[in-house]
């Protein structure tokens, strides 16, 4: 199974990251790619950016201490677990991505997106 992993710093504190990455209907203010989200219950429905009629149903778990969140999509089970950890005043963000075999060429663009996304993320808690 193709994956990969992925790292950023933010200068923003643990909480305020978490604030961008447990709530999907902000996910559109810092994932690439992502349109529109509805949230459901366990879950959310996303719309890529240029596929109005491709909605993409995703689960999304927690955990309790506010360090870790997977979100899995129920269409091509992608999987993106995504790690908090703080480092004094600021937040080392961490994500693991897996692709399944059948999504295998995927992988690259997979990369540039939740590289920028990443980075992204951590800017935007910076300033909010």
């Known amino acids: 199974m193709p994956r990969f992993d ?3 710093e933010s200068d923003a504190p643990i909480e305020e990251v978490w604030k961008l990455l447990y709530d ?3 996910f559109t203010e810092w994932w690439v790619g992502v349109e529109r989200i509805e949230p459901s219950d366990g879950g959310y429905t996303m719309w890529p950016e240029g596929y109005p009629d491709f909605p993409m149903p995703q689960q ?3 955990d ?6 997977l979100v ?5 089970d992608l999987q ?3 790690r908090l950890e703080p480092l004094g005043e600021r937040t080392r963000i961490a994500v693991h991505v897996e692709i399944p075999e ?3 060429a995927r992988l690259e663009s997979q990369r540039g997106v939740v590289s920028a996304s990443l980075r992204s ?3 935007l808690a910076s300033t909010d």
Do not use: I, Q
């Open 6 to 8: 992925d790292s950023a």
């Open 24 to 26: 999907p209907a902000r």
């Open 60 to 62: 999304l778990r927690t």
């Open 64 to 69: 309790g201490d506010g360090r870790k969140v």
């Open 72 to 76: 899995s999509c129920l269409v091509s």
């Open 80 to 82: 993106f677990e995504w």
């Open 102 to 104: 059948a999504e295998a």
């Open 121 to 123: 993320l951590a800017a």
